[in-house]
């Protein structure tokens, strides 16, 4: 039972987050490209690891997530990537 939570837990965290990591779910206000997409999302990955990594150790892994992930799209708006509704 606890398996088949995790599991679907897990899957959903993967499909909330694929449409984050993909070209045509962003507006390309600046006519970039595929390969400046890929360079600004890798630099915003790696971007809001680091600065969610420095959070409270005390916070909950919930709310780490949530912190890194609007690190992550203030940082690709930020370089002209606005996700799309």
Not at 11 to 22: D, H, N, P, Q, R
Not at 46 to 60: F, L, R, T, V
Request: positive net charge; hydrophobic residues 35%; charged residues 25%.
């Amino acid at each position: 039972m606890k398996k088949s939570i995790c599991l679907v837990i897990s899957i959903l965290y993967v499909f909330g987050c694929a449409s984050k990591t993909e070209y045509l779910s962003y507006d390309d206000q600046k006519g970039k490209g595929a390969v400046v997409f890929i360079k600004d999302m890798k630099f915003c990955q790696s971007y809001s690891i680091e600065n969610a990594s420095q959070i409270e150790g005390s916070k909950g892994a919930g709310e780490r997530l949530h912190y890194k992930n609007s690190i992550f799209m203030l940082c690709m708006k930020n370089k002209d990537w606005i996700l799309r509704d």
